[in-house]
């Protein structure tokens, strides 16, 4: 069996720092997850330090590569007045409080930023959708509660397409480990500024656009810089590899959500000349690559119509995983994906969803 190349964003960090845009630096932190090897952390200088975006895992593995890159671009850690998370992902966010710790940076996230351990919800998100939860609680408490009241999904709930319960018991041990060990390990970084959609801010000397892109994750930011015409495009597009696009969300449509945020990026493509990944090299064609991303979903979902016709009779989302990802994808993740293209068919009136006693079933209308 030949092996499959090797993709950009499963190579190695290299130790290198280079400019990849006009006052940017890209340094590679080591990480070692599924089909990804590196995280970039970009630079931004400026006269009071320099902001960095995405500054890697947790632990101080991490941080002394970061403490030696950016000694390599002159640049000591404790200059850092900024560190930018482009989403609540670990690769992403982790190094954060520890840099913090270090310099006293600011934590900049969009203001939906959580995670999947937060005992509370952060401030200023969704207050309406919590007021609005607690009054439908309420009045189905007070009409004779015979149905349990409706209750908001919480993250380590067990997935409603049924299944092994893994995700259950891990999501239960995280969240129990999450309160005692994780805020030490993790210094869980705690926002000092929110952005909202269209909000900017100056980093490395000039302005930058904050651009919401729902979708991979709730919070997931982008930062634009019309000057020098540069995408900070997190995991949002990556290079060769599509993110993961998890069912098991708030968004009743995380598909839908992740194809708006793409239109919303390719609508910038003819004022971007580089777009900056959070894995892999630098690349330029932002609308072509947004583009190509939604027709790899395009043909998932037509796949998935295919495939409930010719079934012709209900099937549970594990089963139809199986017709969408390869036998060494299947699993949590790929079940998730599966679950949220499902979902997206069934809001478009194309499937019907039945549920039952051990998870859902879909069939085609
Ligand atoms: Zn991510
Ligand atoms: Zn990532």
Redesign the pocket.
Known sequence: MTERPRRQEQERAGSEVTEVAPGVLRCQLPIDMPGLGHTNCYVLEDERGAAIIDPGLPGKATLTVLRQRLAAAGIPLRRVHTVVIT?S?P??FGGAGWVRRESGAEIVTHRRFSLLWDRFDPPDVDVEDLEQQQQLDDRATANGGSQRPARRRRPWDPPPWGGSGYPFSLRRRMQMRASRHFPRFFRTPTPTIRLDDADTMSLGRREWIAVHTPG??DDHLCLFDPTERVMLS??HVLPTIT??IGGFVRSPDPLDQFFDSLDKVAALGADVSVVLP?HGHPFEDLAGRAKAIQVHHLGRLDLLRRTTAELGRPARVQELSGHLFSARAQGHMADSETFAHLEHLRLAGELERLERDDGYEYVAR
Do not use: E, Q
């Open positions: 989403h992902h690769d992403h991979h994750t997190g995991d993110p993961h959070a």
